[in-house]
């Protein structure tokens, strides 16, 4: 293939994109693009024309996966010597291979999970901490490592970036530090240090530097958007002040700040880089005119320098679809339904997606899918080629390619093999009996593929030892069932946004603008996940005949084509009204009369010193009670009250909503989530029918 061949079928910013083969070059690229497919030209052209050596190419990207199809379109345009990793399979393999030439001794042993060692700090330090709260700590720790902050400095740098930890900043720094003296002790590293040691050694050892810096000479990184300080810190060790830098992302595609990401390098790429060439990709080539323009109008209303308005190329196709559900198992139900009909119109189930906020709202639609008779799966559950039934039948079918002989022909004798396992002509009901088939059927289809183009047994196995490498899974028939956050990366012929309320999107514990801000390019991402097919939806109350007091996301007013509420909360972290404001700084204590100036002591509605009686028992019901709400939403327990509102709650044991509402910390959003059973509490304690 001639260099000119590689920049046919390009559009004209694809193309400039293709032709800027030296850096430092930014290419801003919306969703659906065609991002993957400007880059892999790019660098195809380059090595085609000489402008660079395949092997002296390092294309960085954030998925195992995303590296695979990197190197798999990059084999098809005939340039297949390129490396495409993730940071961290990047970093370790030089670690490994430096280390014992200028360290010596074996590299230390990687970690799969944090919580091992977690434990035992905690046991260490006297504590019993949950699973769920060690992984919560773990995920503190995490983010500290990737912005470069130690276990001294975490509890004020969590307090400035409105961290919310499951126990105190201070006793979180305290396992922080006792995690690090045990990783230490026993020669281990996780992901976080594997990026800071490759950095270190290639900073200290001078002859590290020089041998990484001749091998990789031109560097690309997708995803740049998702960049944290450690990545970066990384990059610019690896690039020693060159710049033959090509990186690509989307600013309104942000969505893991959380985790230490921050789009400032790309949105500040051409000041870092003067000379750089800034190119933007706003042609959809993914999703029709109909959800390419709610796309846009959603955006239009963010608070951003740096929207850009996406041009849809694909013809006409149906408009959103916005659906409004008395309850939750309704709504389930109901997207059941048109998920039915759409396969009932050709659009095959594994070409339909439901997203939504937090992985606890998938349990509602598992269930109404299987009474439904329609097969799903949960992506983000368990990787493809890490399935116990999967692992066996590829451990099987190596052995039988081994044995088999030249005539043997490829999809019978994968057959064969996988009706042994439990494959049958007709799919079971449901369950994991059907999750099962469906892994091996997928399996199954994959030999029909590769069978089609003559492929033999020892091709079959080849190709599954290449697919799980990279975490590329035949596609498994059955509706998707993901969270926002997994989806990122991904597209579907139709997509089902569902539970679309205030206080889910944006989620409750969004606090500051900020964080608002990034739960609108949630769910951005969520609509541009469709091609054709986009419904949203939301339910008024959680279960089949409460309280509806729900309100659609604020993201979707005039959207949706119905007027939007007359009031609506306002926005957290954008300042109250004057009124307000002032009532709260003149409240006084219910017991003595004095103004209150402490904000805990305005939640309590008294001074901390003043005595006041409540019932002790129903203090621990409450606190029992939110332990348990806290684990059902995957939250840590603050979030559903604090401690000082919970006390406030049991001094003042409100027996009806207007008494709850009193309370401060207790807002609309919380009331229809947690007012029931909350208020139920307080009356059974009144009755004195709390053990009835």
Same mark, same amino acid.
């Given at each position: 293939?001639?260099?000119?061949?590689?920049?046919?079928?390009?559009?004209?910013?694809?193309?400039?994109?293709?032709?800027?083969?030296?850096?430092?070059?930014?290419?801003?690229?919306?969703?659906?693009?065609?991002?993957?497919?400007?880059?892999?030209?790019?660098?195809?052209?380059?090595?085609?024309?000489?402008?660079?050596?395949?092997?002296?190419?390092?294309?960085?990207?954030?998925?195992?996966?995303?590296?695979?199809?990197?190197? @798999?379109?990059?084999?098809?345009?005939?340039? !297949?010597?390129?490396?495409?990793?993730?940071?961290?399979?990047?970093?370790?393999?030089?670690?490994?291979?430096?280390?014992?030439?200028?360290?010596?001794?074996?590299?230390?042993?990687?970690?799969?999970?944090?919580?091992?060692?977690?434990?035992?700090?905690?046991?260490?330090?006297?504590?019993?901490?949950?699973?769920?709260?060690?992984?919560?700590?773990?995920?503190?720790?995490?983010?500290?490592?990737?912005?470069?902050?130690?276990?001294?400095?975490?509890?004020?740098?969590?307090?400035?970036?409105?961290?919310?930890?499951?126990?105190?900043?201070?006793?979180?720094?305290?396992?922080?530090?006792?995690?690090?003296?045990?990783?230490?002790?026993?020669?281990?590293?996780?992901?976080?240090?594997?990026?800071?040691?490759?950095?270190?050694?290639? *900073?200290?050892?001078?002859?590290?530097?020089?041998?990484?810096?001749?091998?990789?000479?031109?560097?690309?990184?997708?995803?740049?958007?998702?960049?944290?300080?450690?990545?970066?810190?990384?990059?610019?060790?690896?690039?020693?002040?060159?710049?033959?830098?090509?990186?690509?992302?989307?600013?309104? @595609?942000?969505?893991?700040?959380?985790?230490?990401?921050?789009?400032?390098?790309?949105?500040?790429?051409?000041?870092?880089?003067?000379?750089?060439?800034?190119?933007?990709?706003?042609?959809?080539?993914? +999703?029709?005119?109909?959800?390419?323009?709610?796309?846009?109008?959603?955006?239009?209303?963010?608070?951003?320098?740096?929207?850009?308005?996406?041009?849809?190329? /694909?013809?006409?196709?149906?408009?959103?679809?916005?659906?409004?559900?008395?309850?939750?198992?309704?709504?389930?139900?109901?997207?059941?339904?048109?998920?039915?009909?759409?396969?009932?119109?050709?659009?095959?189930?594994?070409?339909?997606?439901?997203?939504?906020?937090?992985?606890? @709202? +998938?349990?509602?639609?598992?269930?109404?899918?299987?009474?439904?008779?329609?097969?799903?799966?949960?992506?983000?559950?368990?990787?493809?080629?890490? /399935?116990?039934?999967?692992?066996?039948?590829?451990?099987?079918?190596?052995?039988?390619?081994? +044995?088999?002989?030249?005539?043997?022909?490829?999809?019978?004798t994968v057959h064969h093999i996988l009706a042994g396992e439990g494959l049958t002509p007709q799919a079971p009901g449901g369950g994991?009996?059907?999750?099962?088939?469906?892994?091996?059927?997928?399996?199954?289809?994959?030999?029909?593929?590769?069978?089609?183009?003559?492929?033999?047994?020892?091709?079959?196995?080849?190709?599954?030892?290449?697919?799980?490498?990279?975490?590329?899974?035949?596609?498994?028939?059955?509706?998707?069932?993901?969270?926002?956050?997994?989806?990122?990366?991904?597209?579907?012929?139709?997509?089902?946004?569902?539970?679309?309320?205030?206080?889910?999107?944006?989620?409750?514990?969004?606090?500051?603008?900020?964080?608002?801000?990034?739960?609108?390019?949630?769910?951005?991402?969520?609509?541009?996940?469709?091609?054709?097919?986009?419904?949203?939806?939301?339910?008024?109350?959680? +279960?089949?005949?409460?309280?509806?007091?729900?309100?659609?996301?604020?993201?979707?007013?005039?959207?949706?084509?119905?007027?939007?509420?007359?009031?609506? !909360?306002?926005?957290?972290?954008?300042?109250?009204?004057?009124?307000?404001?002032?009532?709260?700084?003149?409240?006084?204590?219910?017991?003595?009369?004095?103004?209150?100036?402490?904000?805990?002591?305005?939640?309590?509605? /008294?001074?901390?010193?003043?005595?006041?009686?409540?019932?002790?028992?129903?203090?621990?019901?409450?606190?029992?009670?939110? *332990?348990?709400?806290?684990?059902?939403?995957?939250?840590?327990?603050?979030?559903?009250?604090?401690?000082?509102?919970?006390?406030?709650?049991?001094?003042?044991?409100?027996?009806?909503?207007?008494?709850?509402?009193?309370?401060?910390?207790?807002?609309?959003?919380?009331?229809?989530?947690?007012?029931?059973?909350?208020?139920?509490?307080?009356?059974?304690?009144?009755?004195?029918?709390?053990?009835?």
């Amino acid at each position: 293939m001639e260099p000119a061949d590689v920049l046919a079928g390009l559009d004209p910013e694809q193309r400039a994109v293709a032709e800027a083969v030296r850096g430092p070059v930014c290419v801003l690229a919306g969703a659906g693009t065609g991002k993957t497919r400007a880059i892999t030209h790019r660098i195809a052209h380059a090595v085609r024309s000489g402008a660079a050596d395949a092997q002296g190419v390092l294309a960085v990207t954030f998925t195992t996966r995303a590296a695979g199809e990197l190197r @798999q379109r990059l084999r098809a345009l005939g340039v !297949p010597g390129v490396q495409a990793r993730t940071f961290h399979a990047a970093a370790l393999r030089q670690l490994t291979y430096f280390w014992p030439r200028v360290i010596g001794g074996d590299p230390p042993s990687v970690i799969e999970s944090k919580l091992p060692l977690l434990a035992a700090a905690s046991r260490h330090a006297g504590r019993d901490l949950e699973r769920s709260d060690l992984r919560d700590v773990a995920a503190e720790i995490e983010w500290a490592k990737v912005v470069q902050v130690g276990p001294e400095d975490y509890a004020e740098n969590a307090r400035k970036a409105h961290r919310t930890p499951p126990v105190p900043a201070e006793e979180v720094a305290r396992l922080y530090d006792a995690y690090e003296t045990l990783r230490r002790e026993r020669h281990l590293i996780d992901f976080e240090t594997i990026l800071e040691l490759t950095a270190a050694l290639i *900073t200290e050892h001078r002859e590290v530097a020089t041998q990484v810096r001749q091998q990789y000479r031109h560097f690309v990184v997708d995803e740049y958007q998702d960049v944290n300080p450690l990545q970066k810190l990384l990059l610019d060790t690896w690039l020693g002040g060159r710049d033959d830098l090509c990186v690509v992302g989307d600013p309104n @595609q942000t969505i893991y700040s959380f985790n230490g990401a921050t789009p400032r390098y790309l949105t500040g790429f051409a000041v870092e880089y003067p000379d750089a060439a800034v190119i933007r990709l706003v042609r959809d080539y993914r +999703s029709t005119p109909q959800v390419v323009s709610l796309a846009n109008r959603l955006l239009a209303a963010a608070r951003t320098p740096h929207r850009m308005t996406l041009l849809a190329q /694909r013809p006409d196709g149906p408009e959103p679809v916005f659906t409004e559900y008395d309850d939750e198992p309704a709504e389930a139900e109901g997207v059941a339904r048109a998920v039915r009909r759409l396969a009932d119109t050709g659009v095959p189930l594994r070409e339909i997606a439901v997203l939504f906020r937090v992985n606890a @709202q +998938s349990e509602a639609y598992e269930e109404a899918f299987a009474k439904a008779g329609i097969p799903c799966l949960v992506r983000g559950a368990d990787r493809f080629f890490e /399935r116990p039934e999967v692992r066996k039948a590829v451990v099987l079918l190596r052995g039988a390619a081994r +044995s088999a002989g030249a005539g043997d022909d490829l999809a019978p004798t994968v057959h064969h093999i996988l009706a042994g396992e439990g494959l049958t002509p007709q799919a079971p009901g449901g369950g994991k009996a059907r999750e099962k088939w469906e892994s091996l059927k997928a399996l199954a289809d994959l030999a029909e593929d590769m069978a089609a183009e003559g492929a033999s047994l020892a091709d079959f196995v080849t190709e599954l030892e290449r697919r799980a490498s990279e975490q590329h899974a035949p596609p498994v028939e059955g509706v998707t069932l993901a969270s926002l956050h997994a989806a990122k990366g991904l597209e579907w012929d139709a997509v089902f946004l569902v539970g679309a309320t205030d206080g889910m999107l944006p989620i409750v514990y969004a606090e500051t603008p900020e964080q608002i801000e990034e739960e609108r390019r949630l769910l951005y991402v969520g609509v541009t996940r469709a091609r054709a097919h986009l419904a949203v939806s939301w339910a008024l109350a959680r +279960s089949a005949g409460g309280r509806r007091s729900r309100r659609p996301s604020r993201f979707l007013d005039g959207l949706t084509g119905r007027p939007a509420p007359r009031s609506r !909360p306002a926005a957290a972290g954008s300042g109250a009204p004057k009124e307000r404001r002032a009532a709260a700084a003149t409240a006084s204590c219910r017991v003595c009369g004095k103004t209150l100036a402490a904000a805990a002591e305005q939640k309590l509605g /008294r001074c901390a010193t003043c005595p006041v009686d409540y019932d002790e028992g129903l203090l621990e019901r409450l606190r029992a009670w939110r *332990t348990a709400a806290a684990k059902e939403a995957k939250v840590p327990p603050y979030v559903v009250f604090t401690d000082v509102t919970l006390q406030a709650i049991a001094e003042r044991a409100p027996v009806s909503e207007q008494d709850l509402l009193a309370i401060a910390g207790v807002g609309r959003i919380k009331l229809e989530r947690y007012g029931d059973a909350v208020i139920g509490l307080c009356r059974a304690a009144a009755d004195g029918t709390e053990n009835a």
